[in-house]
């Protein structure tokens, strides 16, 4: 399910590069974008390079951020075992704090996405202010084919580490792997511990990474003419 929704994301994104690109040269009269983007004009390959490296600061921003929350989660559980071991028998007269849990994880899932999210919403907006049309149209272009790559790595490689740490739990403990506990299981956790965010946080999203850029750039794509008439603020040469 993972590889249909990329790959709807890389098309709705291709359409909606499509489509700035179109909005451009009809508000430029045909004088911009006539016969498409010349990736190799300095401005536009410049941000194409820029492009191409905010999935990837997306990405271990996300992954940073699961770090964090799972933290706060575990010292939180501790804390409760620490001041109420009866929580540890078998039959508990008291049930946990599942509340202080839930607000632990739901308040962190708000707060980690403000700094990702900034990044991804004002790039191409400040990228198109300041730089013109052309380091926009080189922006997404960059953060397109990045993502796409990544976004297919970081969900393949993580359903791996995934079904190797499942696969090892259901081997007897007389196989090669020796099963759930060993030191073979052990590493395998570890290894999940990686391949979770990367399946279940930052793959899908950097589903959303190419979407949004793309329908930023489109929604605003008259403002960045009409600075300049597509040069930005700091004229740059088209």
Known sequence: GKGFAIGSAALVSLALFGAFVSRIRHASGDSLFTDGVNILRPTAFAFLL???????????????????????MVMEVQRQFDEKPHLLDPNPSERPDYD???????KASLREMVAPSSMIIFTPLLTGIFFGTY?????????????????????????????????????????????????VHKAAVVGDTVGDPFKDTSGPALNIVMKLMAVLSLVFADVFYAIREGKGLFNFGR
């Open 100 to 106: 202080a849990c839930i607000a632990i994880s739901t």
């Open 135 to 183: 380091a926009v149209a080189g922006l997404l272009v960059g953060s397109l084919v990045a993502s796409v790559q990544l976004a297919i790595s970081m969900s393949n490689s993580g359903g791996a580490w995934d079904n190797a740490k499942k696969y090892i739990e259901k081997q007897p403990p007389s196989s090669e792997l020796k099963g759930k506990g060993s030191d």
């Open 50 to 72: 820029i492009g191409g490296m905010i999935p990837f600061a997306f990405a271990a921003m996300t992954m940073k951020s699961v770090g964090v929350a799972a933290m706060e």
